[in-house]
């Protein structure tokens, strides 16, 4: 018989495994389970705030999976039979497989702050960590915004989905502000003393938004981690105590490994899922790969950029086991680019290799860099080029 792949979550990580396998196995079958029928990039959805993107072209059918023979099932994968091998789905269908992948990115832990919920982040306070309706009622509302507003923003500690992420949309709200309503301002709570990338961010804060953005930071005397929401005040309260008003409140929860990943055992009691860094197969849950976001990667962060570098050594991965080949020692890569202003992007990367770390096997960084204050125009625009590049390079290998 065929052997059948089975890959949850279409997106960066998933949609990556499934090209792949199904590119050099024709004769598999592979199926891709979404519960989403278009897929709206995260990656470079901030661009839109600052006008630089239409929310349009973050949009990606599965139409191209579907052309090289992969079953693209729209639906919600509920439970994985790991005895049976097989994923049951919520319209009560099951999918059996002989190599099983999730990558179901994240899930929001909307009970960590108080009176937040799923149905406020809708239709109020959007997170808009998921692009889709959010990042387009997040949008209306800088619009319908009065000049001279307030937007406040707040974000959580480590780890989280695209750790510089919160930092490029502070600078694509304020390059809004600037451009539209220069009376505004936009204040950050950060439950964090320090964030990827942040000398650069800062110098991009002073030099192009001063008097705009207001970075508040964790530190000894204030805990700037936002724990209470009220919607109907509009307002955000942190841990020190502070309370605060905004015309439009973007919040940012903390989150953990998609519920999928969870409810199949795969992750720890941080809620994220333990990896063996070689080939990405559970550390918890034998004969199920995890990927992408859900994982505990080690010094890898939660990008797509990951997600898919992880998916390419997981497809060598099966494969080899396919083609009876002993698989190749696993190497990665993560860059990740944040736009700042028109055409100006930094960047922080770095190879990451399996290796050991107090006795527990470890995914270590090594060569790594990052952008730095004071980097000439041209090399912030050679980024710009390079990251519009990469998002079409992804999207072609992950969706087409
Ligand atoms: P995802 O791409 O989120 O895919 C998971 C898929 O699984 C989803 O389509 C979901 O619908 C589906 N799914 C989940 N559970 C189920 C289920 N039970 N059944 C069926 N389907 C399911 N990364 C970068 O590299 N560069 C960037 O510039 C960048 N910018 C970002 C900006 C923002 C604002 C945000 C929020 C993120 C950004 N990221 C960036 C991060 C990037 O989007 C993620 O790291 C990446 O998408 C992770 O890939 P994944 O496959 O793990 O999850």
């Known amino acids: 018989a065929k052997p059948r792949i089975v890959v949850v979550g279409g997106g960066a990580g998933g949609g990556t495994v499934a090209h792949i396998v199904k590119r050099q196995a024709p004769d598999t079958n592979v199926t891709v389970i979404e519960k989403r029928a278009i897929y709206t990039s995260c990656f470079n959805s901030n661009h839109v705030f600052g006008g630089f993107r239409t929310f349009q072209s973050l949009q990606h059918g599965y139409d191209g999976l579907r052309k090289i023979g992969i079953d693209v099932v729209t639906g919600q994968a509920d439970a994985i039979d790991r005895p049976q091998k097989r994923v049951r789905l919520s319209d009560g269908s099951a999918i059996a497989y002989d190599y099983l992948v999730l990558s179901p990115g994240i899930s929001y832990r909307f009970d960590a702050i108080g009176g937040y919920s799923a149905e406020v982040a809708n239709t109020v306070m959007p997170h808009a960590w998921t692009a889709g309706p959010q990042t387009q009622l997040l949008m209306a509302q800088l619009e319908a915004m009065d000049d001279g507003g307030v937007v406040v923003m707040t974000v959580p500690k480590n780890p989280y989905k695209c750790p510089p992420g919160p930092y490029e949309r502070a600078c694509m709200i304020a390059h809004y502000l600037k451009t539209h309503k220069p009376r505004s301002k936009l204040l950050l709570f950060d439950a964090k003393p320090y964030f990827s990338k942040q000398a650069a961010f800062e110098e991009a804060f002073r030099k192009y938004y001063d008097g705009i953005i207001d970075l508040n930071l964790t530190n000894e005397i204030d805990d700037n981690n936002v724990v209470r929401v009220d919607p109907k005040e509009m307002t955000v309260e942190t841990a020190s105590g502070l309370k605060v008003r905004g015309a439009v409140v ?10 999928v990943a969870i409810d199949a055992g795969c992750a720890d009691a941080s809620g994220w899922c333990p990896i ?17 976001d859900a994982t505990i990667a080690n010094d890898m962060p939660k ?17 080899a086991a396919i083609n009876g080949d002993r698989a190749v020692p696993a190497r990665y890569r993560n860059t990740c680019w944040s736009l700042i202003a028109e055409a100006d992007t930094i960047k922080i990367g770095a190879d990451y290799e399996p290796g050991q770390r107090d006795g527990k096997p470890y995914l270590q960084a090594r060569d790594a860099f990052v952008s730095l204050p004071g980097e000439s125009a041209q090399l912030r625009r050679r980024n710009y080029d390079e990251s519009l590049a990469w998002y079409h390079d992804i999207i072609a290998e992950a969706l087409n």
């Open 276 to 292: 063996q860094p070689q080939n990405f197969m559970s550390a918890q849950a034998e004969g199920i790969y995890v990927i992408g």
């Open 250 to 259: 973007n919040v940012i929860p903390p989150q953990t490994a998609g519920q």
């Open 303 to 319: 990008s797509a950029y990951s997600a898919n570098s992880h998916g390419r050594v997981v497809a060598g991965d099966i494969l």
